[in-house]
């Protein structure tokens, strides 16, 4: 079995700015970051916002970070450099806006394949709507399924990875929960094309981590798995654990039933109230690396299986929390 991956967001590591810079005026650059996040114990990957993190040569950048020992795990869109996206970036009413956003996205798929990675998340964001009456919901998806095959269609040797959220910054997300990011999948039509789950978004989307996971192995491919936790009203961003740390062992042992072999990936926000950034990573990698030993053990214990066959909730929640607390 290959050693567990760990990714983190890059931006994390601002947090707590004082702890790491205490002369330092303004906001951290990329490369202070960066530099910062290589003390993380067991960290080996970064991914990168584009094209936020990528005003250099993408291939100059990876190499960077190869320098200090972090791989370059994927790369995720950003749509903020136009005030116009606020208002879509694939379904924006504006030919010209769609365009923008369409090539930008094509831009990042060379500038992620140029750092050595073949992975580019897609958070769409923007594309939903605020009020009714405000779209044609038929356009709007035509829209979004003909860019979504666009950009996978760009380089057939990329995976792109459908994110997906139930709001924010927009009220209603074109894309909010697993099965409609399937429907749209399915549409596409692309063989490179998959899901990334963002446990805190699959929470507010009143799913089941773990079901949802099978959803996406059934009819398409799980790309990404971003772990955090949060009270399922929003996107918190709390550590892993922190909340439901059932459902996060649950996840963790459908994905390994469904041979995810890709990073996990920690999108938690320490910044939002100055955690230590790298202590709260540490603390991440060591809480999911007690998970997984866990997973191994449930795995391992035939009374799990047959308590799953009967639907005995009582015997399994008896084994699971006797192999969790002791």
Not at 20 to 31: E, F, S, V
Not at 280 to 286: H, Y
Request: net charge negative; charged share 25%.
């Amino acid at each position: 079995m290959t050693a567990q991956r760990f990714a983190t967001r890059l931006n994390s590591f601002g947090s707590a700015a004082h702890l790491a810079w205490p002369d330092h005026k303004g906001k951290p650059t990329i490369m202070m970051m960066a530099e910062r996040a290589a003390t993380v114990k067991g960290l080996t990957d970064l991914d990168l916002n584009y094209p936020d993190h990528v005003s250099e040569d993408p291939a100059g950048l990876a190499r960077r970070l190869g320098d200090l020992g972090l791989s370059v795990n994927g790369f995720a869109m950003r749509y903020y450099t136009n005030p116009a996206f606020k208002l879509g970036a694939f379904t924006n009413p504006d030919p010209a806006v769609r365009r923008e956003a369409i090539d930008l996205t094509k831009r990042g798929i060379d500038a992620a394949r140029a750092a050595g990675s073949h992975l580019m998340t897609l958070w769409m964001g923007q594309d939903g709507f605020d009020y009714a009456f405000q779209v044609d919901y038929k356009q709007a998806w035509d829209y979004e399924v003909e860019g979504i095959r666009e950009v996978c269609a760009h380089d057939a040797e990329c995976l792109i990875s459908i994110e997906y959220k139930p709001n924010e910054p927009r009220s209603y997300s074109l894309l909010p929960d697993c099965a409609t990011t399937l429907l749209a999948i399915r549409e596409v039509g692309a063989a490179n094309l998959g899901v990334t789950l963002d446990f805190a978004h699959v929470l507010y989307a009143d799913e089941q981590p773990a079901f949802a996971a099978a959803l996406v192995a059934r009819h398409s491919r799980l790309l990404g798995v971003h772990l955090n936790d949060g009270y399922a009203k929003r996107d918190d961003g709390l550590m892993v654990g922190a909340v439901h740390a059932q459902q996060t062992v649950e996840l963790l042992c459908q994905i390994r039933r469904d041979g995810y072999d890709g990073a996990i990936y920690f999108d938690t926000f320490p910044d939002f109230t100055g955690l230590d950034p790298v202590r709260e990573c540490e603390v991440n990698i060591a809480t999911v690396k007690r998970m997984l030993h866990v997973v191994n053990r449930l795995e391992a214990d035939n009374r799990l299986s047959d308590a799953l066959a009967r639907q005995d909730a009582v015997a399994s929640q008896g084994i699971l929390q006797s192999l969790m607390l002791g």
